[in-house]
């Protein structure tokens, strides 16, 4: 069966520090894979997704940037990170040309 | 574009009563809905989804749904509510963007379940 890791679980981290958050998908594939913000009270907002190694579409202009340098790994990342980075990031995956995405645990990040 | 409104942000209702969790979509093509579930500090959980057939779609937990196209709407029901149901729902439809199948989601409606 496919399982879907995030680390770390939590982040704290001072404002203009560097971040890197790690996704990673066991048992498939090829996967679509996706990062997902979710800030404190809203909804969730599709940052990147990635149709395949090195290929990434971003969906709002911002801080972050994303990487996928394996098949089933994706990184999420930003070289200074701003008090509006905060929230609950979640990274998703999705059969390639399927229907419906499974999330992974997420990573409470708060920039102080 | 697709767009989802979920039109409570909050439900409260007491155990052992039936719940409706509302949710209206837009969409100018074909879309598959899906219903997650978000317990603190934990992902999405898949709850149900509908992608064609019988409008009435069966999930997990005892959770239901209904499709109607005319209306745009998929809500979300279940007749006896338990207090470990007390989590964010959210309401998501998927079209074809780009190369990948996207989802959009609704805002989420908090259900709380009130001993």
């Known amino acids: 069966s496919q399982t879907i890791h995030q680390w770390p679980a939590t982040l704290v981290q001072p404002v203009g520090s560097p971040l890197s958050l790690e996704c990673t998908v066991e048992g498939t594939s090829n996967p679509n894979l996706y990062w997902y913000r979710q800030a404190a009270g809203r909804g969730l907002q599709l940052l990147f997704y990635s149709v395949g190694i090195g290929q990434i579409s971003s969906e709002v202009p911002q801080n972050l940037s994303a990487s996928r340098p394996q098949d089933r790994q994706f990184i999420l990342s930003s070289k200074k990170l701003l008090l509006s980075d905060s929230g609950f990031y979640l990274c998703?995956?999705?059969?390639?040309?399927?229907?419906?995405?499974?999330f992974g645990p997420g990573t409470r990040l708060t920039v102080l | 574009a697709q767009s989802v409104t979920q039109l409570d942000s909050q439900v409260p209702v007491f155990e052992e009563a039936p719940v409706e969790l509302r949710c209206n979509y837009s969409?100018?093509?074909?879309?598959?809905l899906f219903w997650y579930v978000q317990y603190p500090n934990q992902g999405l959980q898949l709850l149900l989804k509908y992608l064609s057939g019988s409008t009435l779609v069966k999930g997990i937990n005892g959770f239901e749904a209904e499709f109607n196209k005319s209306q745009t709407s998929f809500h979300l029901r279940k007749p006896s509510v338990h207090i470990s149901d007390t989590a964010e729902y959210f309401c998501?439809?998927?079209?074809?963007?780009?190369?990948?199948?996207?989802?959009?989601f609704g805002s989420g409606t908090q259900l709380t379940v009130l001993p």
């Open positions: 998703a995956w999705s059969q390639a040309g399927g229907i419906g995405q499974f």
């Open positions: 998501a439809v998927s079209a074809l963007s780009g190369s990948a199948r996207q989802l959009t």
């Open positions: 969409s100018s093509v074909s879309v598959y």
